[in-house]
């Protein structure tokens, strides 16, 4: 059960880092590649370091890879410019680009089951029922943040950070990204939840306890 669960962490690093090192290799924009996978950057070497510490379920690990795919194909081309939104945008008859909507709702979605692992694991909450609330709460204070630091980039760079905002001329993108952001925490947690819960019982590790026993 070990070796297999090793081989599918290693697995999953493999790919992301073939991913990094090709969409680095000539991005359309430098520096918003770097802006753009600085999380991957960042979250790659703790994951690595903890990983047998504190292992994280299978489910987690395949959401955390997925997101990293999708930020490293946005910082490539830029998120106003990647192929595959342009292709919805012509299939569903869209005014704009939407790839950047897609890594909003997903900017919620994986880090509601982060969020819910860690809380559950840690034993955070006396009473389970605030799982829910709190992990989108969280959810949400991550997603102004990331507003907060393309706001930053805006000041600091002026016209230099439009690849890197991708607002794609919306005025109200700030809020729609939040929006989404919250909408993906709160479909994580509903569509989710029981599946996570049953990765959680896998674990090895003493103590693990599902949101549903308490």
């Given at each position: 059960m070990g070796h297999r669960t090793e081989?599918?962490?290693w697995a999953l690093v493999a790919v992301v880092v073939l991913a990094l090192t090709a969409s680095g290799i000539a991005p359309h924009d430098r520096l918003t590649w770097w802006m753009e996978?600085?999380?991957v950057l960042i979250a790659l070497p703790i994951l690595l370091a903890t990983h047998r510490r504190f292992p994280l379920t299978r489910l987690v690990l395949a959401l955390i890879a997925g997101h990293a795919l999708i930020l490293i194909l946005?910082?490539?081309?830029?998120?106003?410019?990647?192929p595959l939104g342009f292709w919805l945008q012509e299939v569903f008859d869209l005014a704009r680009n939407p790839y950047d909507r897609i890594g909003h709702f997903v900017q919620g979605f994986v880090p509601a089951l982060v969020a819910r692992e860690l809380l559950i694991r840690l034993q955070v909450l006396r009473r389970?029922?605030?799982?829910?609330?709190?992990?989108?709460?969280?959810?949400?204070?991550?997603?102004?943040?990331?507003?907060?630091?393309?706001?930053?980039?805006?000041?600091?760079?002026?016209g230099e950070a439009e690849d890197f905002l991708g607002t794609q001329g919306d005025p109200w993108d700030t809020q729609s990204d939040m929006a989404?952001?919250?909408?993906?925490?709160?479909?994580?947690?509903?569509?989710?939840?029981?599946?996570?819960?049953?990765?959680?019982r896998r674990l090895p590790s003493a103590g693990v306890r599902a949101a549903a026993g308490g």
């Amino acid at each position: 059960m070990g070796h297999r669960t090793e081989t599918f962490e290693w697995a999953l690093v493999a790919v992301v880092v073939l991913a990094l090192t090709a969409s680095g290799i000539a991005p359309h924009d430098r520096l918003t590649w770097w802006m753009e996978v600085l999380p991957v950057l960042i979250a790659l070497p703790i994951l690595l370091a903890t990983h047998r510490r504190f292992p994280l379920t299978r489910l987690v690990l395949a959401l955390i890879a997925g997101h990293a795919l999708i930020l490293i194909l946005g910082a490539a081309y830029t998120y106003a410019r990647v192929p595959l939104g342009f292709w919805l945008q012509e299939v569903f008859d869209l005014a704009r680009n939407p790839y950047d909507r897609i890594g909003h709702f997903v900017q919620g979605f994986v880090p509601a089951l982060v969020a819910r692992e860690l809380l559950i694991r840690l034993q955070v909450l006396r009473r389970p029922r605030w799982l829910f609330f709190l992990v989108c709460c969280i959810c949400l204070a991550i997603s102004a943040t990331y507003e907060l630091i393309e706001w930053l980039a805006a000041v600091v760079m002026g016209g230099e950070a439009e690849d890197f905002l991708g607002t794609q001329g919306d005025p109200w993108d700030t809020q729609s990204d939040m929006a989404l952001a919250l909408l993906g925490a709160a479909l994580a947690q509903l569509g989710l939840a029981r599946w996570h819960d049953r990765c959680l019982r896998r674990l090895p590790s003493a103590g693990v306890r599902a949101a549903a026993g308490g």
